[in-house]
């Protein structure tokens, strides 16, 4: 109907102007098919190829691997998904019409490429990165009588199944992580382990330890909510006093066998402020501090994390 609405009119001043009745009707149509014939371009205008940045450009098994989208139409941009393999990993909103999505790597996986892709409204863009090999030390550990063979709680192995499972929207890091303790590093992240000289398979140091000195500070190396505060009182065996920091966006801290703890959970901590002391408590040989970094529930290397900011 708005069509030969507007024919009519068209019609009609095409005949003001002494036009045939024929030719005006050919005219008519013609503007009118002119006009939805510009319509494609205008709209195929709208729609520009995603502009996708990754960094670390050239990333090792353990790195985290970041996908930063930046959309033209910031329309609906929750829908921007970032897939590798089977797995789906939460894009969030760090900036106007920017979007991204952080990519675990771990010493458990192979080296090699990466094939990720990243769509929004239709828009496809495939990513093949290429994940440098990466070798990690082997340790011999003794664990004394009464902490060898220490296994975790239902309510443990549950608590924290339930914070490495966290993913809120809301960022609230915004600088390079800060060092837990000014202990040394005695530790690296990704070692993997001979417990009282059986092999552990499937496990790596998920983290770094700190050998500062029983009751050292321990701060939160950025901000964020505390999701989890544990105790050896309430079945942490292994853990043992434990604080888990949820930063946002899939990354979270644990800090492990704390003899003393100075927060609770829901608290908001800020970078440098204090959360608990160093200890011994849980499967541990001696006082130290292990800070795990978690992202999208893998336990990947904080090193860089600390080294510099990922905004």
């Known amino acids: 109907m708005t069509v030969e609405y507007h024919t009519s009119k068209l019609n009609k001043k095409v ?3 002494g036009v045939p009745a024929r030719i005006a009707k050919f005219s008519a149509i013609s503007v009118v098919l002119g006009i939805f014939a510009a319509l494609p371009i205008a709209l195929a205008g709208e729609a520009k190829a995603l502009q996708v940045q990754v960094s670390p450009e050239t990333p090792r098994l353990g790195d985290t691997i970041s996908v930063v989208v930046n959309l033209d139409n910031p329309a609906n941009g929750s829908n921007v998904t970032v897939t590798n393999g089977d797995q789906t990993y939460p894009a969030y909103e760090i900036a106007p019409q920017q979007y991204r999505a952080f990519i675990p790597t771990t010493p458990l996986e192979k080296a090699g ?25 082997i340790q011999r550990i003794n664990l004394p009588p009464g902490k060898a063979g220490v296994e975790a709680t239902e309510y443990e192995l549950k608590r924290a199944a339930e914070f490495k499972a966290i993913r809120t929207p809301e960022k609230f890091w915004d600088a390079a992580f800060l060092a837990p303790n000014k202990g040394p590093i005695t530790t690296i992240y990704g070692v993997r382990r001979y417990y009282n000289g059986k092999f552990a398979n499937d496990y790596y140091h998920r ?3 700190y050998a500062g000195a029983a009751g050292s500070p321990v701060v939160a190396p950025a901000a964020g909510r505390v999701a989890l505060v544990g105790k050896v009182s309430q079945g942490f065996r292994v853990h043992g006093n434990v604080v888990g920091i949820d930063h946002g966006q899939g990354v ?23 959360i608990g002391a160093v200890g011994a408590t849980g499967a541990s040989t001696g006082p130290h501090l292990h800070w795990g970094l978690y992202v999208n529930g893998k336990s990947i290397d904080p090193v860089p994390w600390r080294d510099q900011a990922v905004k």
């Open 207 to 209: 983290g770094v330890d």
């Open 252 to 274: 979270a801290s644990i800090f492990m066998h704390l003899s003393r703890i100075n927060v609770k959970e829901g608290d908001i901590v800020k970078p440098g402020q204090l």
């Open 113 to 137: 490429t990466r094939n990720v892709q990243v769509s929004f409204e239709g828009q496809v863009q495939n990513l093949s990165i290429q994940v440098r090999d990466r070798k990690f030390p």
């Open 15 to 17: 005949l003001s102007l």
